[in-house]
């Protein structure tokens, strides 16, 4: 039996809806083997987070070591990165372990409007992290930092796309959870066509860690060796489960149900439709 190993490098989510515990439950719901490494541990409910402990850089590069010499993952990804300084150690060691199938979430702010990444490390985003990105999904907020532009309409969310796929990364994905439409939208664009997966807008709070798990289902696909696009549409189908029998617990941004997409027979009914637009 051959074992999909996936890795996360993010930050611990004390409350478990979001960060290293989302990504670890989702791998293990799509039956691959997780591993992490931690780069912040936050003091975090579904009211805010109150309190970020960022991990010394050497930390962060002894747990890379630790994966990268011995159990190699099939692929990887990125969430709360924190600093430039921990974003350019991280891009050093991919590069030396030759780590290939990255999908970075650019995670800037927590749902609660918490900031969770230095201003000045955007750009070290773009330029160390990029040019090994396999898939970079950002959400719409961050798509206008990325680009400097603002997004108001499906074709500034492709206009965005278009732009950020140009700094270098393979595959780019605009998730489309934050507006207001009665259908979420979120925009493929691979350099050479659009996708888009429309699905049901769900009217909930509790929407708290929905980019991790979203971005950590694409990274379980490919560990399994998935194609990009078979990858982020399983991953759709995944979120959009987790966000329509989510748990109502806490009492602010509750979690996902990360286990909605095996448990509940309905919850493989999925809404999302996939349309291809040519260039
Ligand atoms: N209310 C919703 N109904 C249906 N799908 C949603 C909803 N909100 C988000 N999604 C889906 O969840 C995924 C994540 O999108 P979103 O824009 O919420 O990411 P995010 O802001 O990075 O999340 P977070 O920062 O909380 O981790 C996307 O596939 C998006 O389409
Ligand atoms: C640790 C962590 N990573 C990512 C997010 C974004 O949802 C969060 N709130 N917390």
């Known amino acids: 039996m051959t074992i999909s190993k996936a890795l996360t490098i993010a930050g611990s989510d004390s409350g478990g809806g979001a960060g290293i515990q989302a990504d670890l439950k989702t791998f293990q719901e799509l039956n691959v083997y997780g591993m992490s490494v931690i780069t912040a541990v936050t003091a975090q409910n579904t009211k805010g987070v109150h309190g970020v ?27 709360m990165l924190g600093s430039s300084d921990i974003i350019e150690a991280i891009a050093e060691r991919i590069d030396f372990y030759n780590m290939t199938q990255l999908v970075v979430d650019p995670v800037m702010v927590a749902k609660g409007g918490q900031k ?22 950002p959400n719409i907020p961050e798509a206008e930092v990325l680009t400097g532009r603002s997004i108001n309409s499906l074709e500034d969310q492709k206009r965005a796309a278009h732009l950020i796929q140009s700094y270098g990364a393979e595959v780019v994905v605009v998730k489309g959870g934050h507006g207001n439409s009665s259908e979420v939208v979120d925009v493929v664009y691979d350099g050479s066509q659009y996708t888009l997966l429309t699905g049901n807008r769900y009217h909930t709070m509790n929407t708290h860690g929905t980019g991790c798990t979203f971005s950590a289902a694409i990274t379980a696909q490919l560990a399994k060796g998935e194609s990009i696009i078979d990858a982020i549409l399983v991953a759709k189908q995944f979120i959009e489960a987790a ?37």
């Open 53 to 79: 402990h960022s991990m010394p850089i050497q930390s962060v590069r002894a747990q890379l070591d630790a994966i990268g010499t011995d159990l190699f993952p099939n692929a990887l990804k990125t969430g």
């Open 116 to 137: 969770l990444l230095d201003d000045n490390a955007i750009n070290t985003i773009l330029e160390k992290l990029l040019p090994f990105t396999k898939i970079i999904t």
């Open 243 to 279: 966000i329509r029998e989510n748990l109502h617990i806490g009492s602010g941004h509750g979690p996902t149900n990360h286990w909605a997409f095996r448990e509940t027979e309905d919850a493989r009914i999925s809404t999302i439709k996939k349309q291809i637009v040519k260039l």
